[in-house]
C-alpha cells in the first residue's frame, strides 16, 4: 500500500490547501471564499496533523492479495479476519496486534514489536499466514514461552511455529494442526 496515500496523509494535505486558499482569497479582497475555506480548512489540517502523530502503517503484503482466494476462502475464517485487519492504516496504537500482543504478555511497553510484514502460504496442502515481526524489547524466550499459545489464539486449530531470520527479528507461521494419529495396542 501506498505510505503517500494514507488517511492522514490526505486530510492533512486537503486541510493545508482549503487553509491556503483561504488565506490567498483573504489577502486578495475575495472575502466571500477565505471565510469558509480557512475556518474549515484549519480544524482539518489540525485533525490530519494528529492522525499523522498516531499513525501506523499496515504490514507490508509480501503475495498478492488475490494469488491465494481460494485456498483463503477453504481457511479458518479468522486467518483472513486477521489479515485484512493487518493490512489498513491503524490509529492510536503502538503497532499492529497491540491488543494481542499484550494480552499474549509479548508486549514492552517501551520498545512493542512491530508487525513488518505478513504473508499468506500453503504448506502441505493447508492454508496459513506468516506474519514477520521485529522483536524490539520482547527476548527470544518470551516468544518461545508463549508458543503453545500463539496458535490457538488466533484461532482454533491451528499450530504456531517460530522461527528467526535474523537475530532482531522473529517469523511466526500459523497453520491448521495434523490430526494426532491413533495408536492402538496390538
Do not use: H
Amino acid at each position: 500500500m501506498n505510505k503517500l496515500l494514507s488517511p492522514g496523509n490526505l486530510i492533512t494535505i486537503g486541510g493545508a490547501s482549503l487553509s491556503l486558499i483561504g488565506l490567498t482569497a483573504y489577502f486578495t479582497d475575495a472575502t466571500n471564499l477565505s471565510v469558509p475555506t480557512f475556518f474549515y480548512g484549519v480544524p482539518i489540517f489540525l485533525i490530519g496533523i494528529s492522525l499523522k502523530t498516531t499513525e501506523v502503517p499496515p504490514a507490508q503484503r509480501v503475495v498478492s492479495a488475490n494469488k491465494f482466494e481460494s485456498e483463503r476462502n477453504k481457511g479458518p475464517k479468522e486467518l483472513d479476519k486477521l489479515l485484512k485487519d493487518v493490512t489498513r492504516w491503524r490509529y492510536g496504537q503502538s503497532c499492529q496486534l497491540e491488543a494481542s500482543l499484550r494480552v499474549l504478555k509479548l508486549w514492552d511497553i517501551d520498545n512493542p514489536p512491530q508487525l513488518v510484514e505478513i504473508e499468506e502460504l500453503v504448506k502441505d496442502g493447508d492454508y496459513g499466514i506468516r506474519m514477520r515481526f521485529k522483536m524490539a524489547g520482547v527476548p527470544l524466550e518470551r516468544w518461545n514461552n508463549q508458543k503453545e499459545r500463539l496458535g490457538r489464539f488466533f484461532a482454533k486449530g491451528l499450530s504456531a511455529e517460530l522461527f528467526c531470520p535474523t537475530p532482531s527479528e522473529i517469523d511466526l507461521t500459523l497453520l491448521p494442526q495434523k490430526p494426532k494419529e491413533n495408536k492402538q495396542a496390538v
